[in-house]
């Protein structure tokens, strides 16, 4: 999976910010910019990371599953660790 280009990074900090997940809980008062900055660097840890990540998951589980059962593994323990889920 590569890392986003520029306009999908934008769309996801758009997203973000119009998420009503994110309203109401206290979120930190950051401009535009510097929450397009925060999804750069996600954006870039992800792809640093990704082969780590995909070594993580046990065989015969890791080539059983697709790319994206994976990112919804991940984002789903994820979630779960932070109190979303």
Known sequence: MAALVDADRVDVSANFQR??????????????????????????????????????????????????QKTFLLAYVIFKRAGIL
């Open 19 to 68: 998420d009503p997940a994110n309203i109401n809980v206290g979120a930190a008062a950051l401009t535009k910019a510097q929450l397009k900055a925060a999804v750069d660097a996600v954006d870039d840890w992800a792809e640093a990371n990704a082969a780590a990540f995909n070594t993580a998951i046990p065989q015969p589980q890791r080539g059983a599953m697709s790319t994206r």
